[in-house]
């Protein structure tokens, strides 16, 4: 397992290194991400009391997972290390590692603080050395700078206003909380839009986001060294950080995204296969601009807009980003679906998912995606813009899903909801119960039983009812017995033997015992 694991780092790091090599041999298909990744991403790590060695284990492994596809190095992406504690620490700034090894090795030395979490030290830090531009070990000018805040969500202090100032400043806020946290204040923190940029996980499933947030991180970095501005229903202006000497040009092709895919791919003249009806637009501009203009747009609409720099013998690679167009009235509903996902109806194999609320005039369709947890297959269900439920079945008995409920909206944007489902475990009835009297009042009670899951057995027993009471008396034994012998049992008494299971008893036997002179013996089985 651990080779498996080794091999798939490597292949990620190869693959990744695919697209970072800029020059002729590219894939002209392929996204690259040298020329789109320049910044500096600085984590913000809890490492006070209220976080075990466990979980701190868990965050830095999560963390070096999480760096590893990046390319290092000053003209590149840099990370810095601020541990929070009663005394915060700068563990690393930007420019102690420009390798991977390097990174590697800080972040296996890296050891907890402990103490009180004095996240506003730690922001004031941030704010004054590290992120500022222009200070020794400090963020570099003029390019993007991201504050990523790992934490587990025990009072994380006074937090909004100084993370305020950072966004003011123009730092992109993601928070990742281990612990249920106050989810006001985190989802105040972190820079719009918060459901991709705000992320609650428990600190064993971690691994489930580390892609959603890596790209989290490129796509900030990416739409910062190509961006567009003044958006308004029909026009927009894109602005890039030039890369051509005055020389060649700029070319320019922008059209509304084809729902589910975005990555810019060639075609014949005039048409380009990743945008809706095969159209798209195209400019030109000369290399010593740095700016265009992109006009007749359509309302409320995602675009997808590419920028190829062309200098020969130079060869560049590709800067691409997406935006949506401003609405026009009647102005959307404020609430977007899915705004709720719900569970009901669960069974041992199936359960039924639900959401809302239900929008056919602005969603062009559903998909529901759920998958064992951690890793299991991903399973997927297409569901029409007017329903608003659907059964999952087949599902594994007393087994926990991850459920995922997508929006996909007519203008191309998408939404998504997530929720934990658990199945209803198998609970086995008992199959064979024996009562044997013992003397007067004494019973031995016999039955049969190996079922997985089975966490013991409740054993009751309750004589006739009279005028004035009744007696009942109840006694719990482990799985591995198997057998037991009652004493001072009223005559007559009803005895009964229940399976007991993780979430629920199954269905139990039960037999009277008829005291006499000599022993006897009564059964019930199934």
């Not at 070990?137 to 100084?162: C, M």
């Not at 990555?263 to 000369?286: A, D, K, L, M």
């Not at 102005?331 to 809302?356: I, L, Y």
């Amino acid at each position: 397992m651990k080779a498996l694991m080794e091999f798939r780092a490597v292949l990620t790091c190869v693959v990744l290194s695919f697209y970072l090599q800029a020059g002729g041999s590219q894939d002209a298909d392929a996204v690259p991400v040298l020329n789109c990744c320049e910044g500096d991403v600085l984590f913000l790590l809890d490492s006070s009391g209220s976080v075990s060695s466990f979980d701190f284990s868990h965050m830095l492994s999560f963390l070096s997972d999480l760096v590893l596809p990046f390319s290092l190095g000053p003209d590149q992406v840099r990370i810095g290390l601020l541990q929070v504690g009663t005394d915060p620490h700068l563990e690393f700034g930007f420019g102690a590692y420009s390798t991977q090894q390097g990174l590697q090795s800080a972040l296996q030395r890296t050891k907890q603080l402990g103490g009180d979490t004095n996240t506003e030290e730690a922001l004031e830090i941030a704010k004054e050395r590290v992120l500022r531009s222009g200070m020794p070990g400090g963020a570099r000018p003029g390019l993007p700078r991201v504050l990523v805040w790992l934490t587990d969500g025990v009072e994380p202090g006074d937090v909004q206003l100084p993370m305020a100032d950072l966004r003011e400043d123009g730092v992109a806020v993601l928070v990742v909380s281990t612990g249920r946290g106050n989810y006001q204040i985190l989802r105040d923190v972190v820079s719009p839009p918060s459901e991709e940029h705000l992320y609650f996980v428990d600190i064993e499933d971690m691994s489930i986001i580390t892609e959603d947030l890596r790209n989290a991180i490129i796509e900030i970095i990416r739409a910062e060294r190509l961006q567009v501005r003044d958006i308004s229903s029909t026009s927009a202006e894109l602005y890039w950080r030039p890369v051509l000497a005055g020389t060649g040009h700029y070319d320019i092709r922008f059209g509304p995204v084809r729902s589910g895919n975005v990555e810019v791919v060639g075609g014949s003249p005039g048409t380009n296969p990743s945008t809706e009806f095969g159209h798209y637009q195209r400019i030109v501009r000369p290399g010593d601009s740095s700016s265009a203009k992109l006009t007749n747009l359509r309302p409320d609409t995602k675009y997808l807009v590419t920028l190829h720099p062309v200098s020969n013998p130079e060869v560049f690679n590709k800067l691409n980003t997406t935006f949506t167009t401003q609405a026009v009235p009647p102005v959307k509903p404020e609430v977007q679906s899915p705004a709720q996902v719900s569970v009901s109806e669960s069974t041992m194999n199936s359960v039924r998912v639900s959401w809302g609320p239900l929008q056919p005039d602005l969603v062009q369709s559903y998909q529901v995606e759920y998958s064992v947890l951690p890793a299991g297959k991903l399973h997927v269900v297409k569901v029409s813009n007017r329903q608003n439920s659907t059964l999952l079945t087949n599902l594994q008995p007393g087994t926990q899903y991850l459920v995922t409920v997508s929006a996909r909206y007519f203008s191309g944007r998408e939404r998504a909801m997530s929720v934990k489902v658990c199945t209803e475990e198998v609970l086995p009835a008992l199959a064979d119960l024996q009562l044997t009297t013992v003397g007067s009042d004494s019973v031995k009670v016999q039955w049969k039983g190996s079922a997985d899951g089975l966490r013991g057995y409740w054993v009751t027993w309750e004589g006739e009812p009279t005028h004035s009471s009744s007696q009942r008396s109840t006694l719990y034994l482990p799985p591995h017995l198997l057998s037991t012998t009652l004493t001072q049992v009223p005559p007559n008494a009803r005895v009964c033997v229940s399976p007991v299971y993780k979430s629920a008893r199954g269905d139990g036997l039960c037999c009277t015992a008829h005291f006499s002179s000599a022993a006897l013996t009564w059964s019930h089985r199934l």
